[in-house]
């Protein structure tokens, strides 16, 4: 079975966030997401609206993913990939290059963002469609 692992946020779930998950899953046969903690958000400097109980629970009900797990800290990934026997780690290609330590573990892919839409710009257009 070819596993593959993403990692992230996914706050106010977008289709930005189905694209990718849905092609991760492309690349195997099972698709574990990492996702951030709410305390690690806070090491990233990210305020995530849903908590991460219920960022996990809305994952979980996504097609394209089998697994769930946290994501604690920056250093987690290679143990993780040796953990749960990973042949493929994908990230959106804002992060390109950032994890090409992974290579000697597994496969690395970075794919391309999906244009005009973030978490960040919904929280924008929602404040101002609120505020006038
Ligand atoms: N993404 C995307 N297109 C968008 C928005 C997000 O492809 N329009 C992708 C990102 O590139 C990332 C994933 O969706 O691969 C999750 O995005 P975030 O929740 O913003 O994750 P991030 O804060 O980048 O956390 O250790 C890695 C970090 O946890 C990644």
């Not at 979980?60 to 493929?88: F, H, L, M, N, S």
């Not at 290609?93 to 992974?102: H, R, T, Y």
Request: proline residues 2%; negative net charge.
């Amino acid at each position: 079975m070819k596993k593959v692992i993403t990692y992230g946020t996914f706050d106010l779930l977008h289709t930005g966030h189905i694209n990718i998950l849905k092609r991760a899953k492309e690349y195997g046969d099972y698709l574990i997401v990492a996702i951030s903690t709410d305390e690690f958000n806070d090491i990233k400097n990210k305020k995530a609206y849903y908590s991460f109980e219920q960022r996990k629970a809305i994952l979980e009900a996504i097609r394209y993913v089998d697994e769930v797990i946290p994501e604690e800290t920056w250093e987690q990934k290679v143990e993780d990939v040796q953990k749960y026997d990973i042949d493929v780690f994908v990230m959106g290609d804002d992060w390109k290059g950032k994890f090409d330590f992974l290579k000697e573990y597994c496969e690395v892919i970075y794919l391309p963002r999906t244009v005009g839409i973030s978490t960040t710009q919904i929280k924008k257009d929602l404040n101002k469609a609120h505020n006038g």
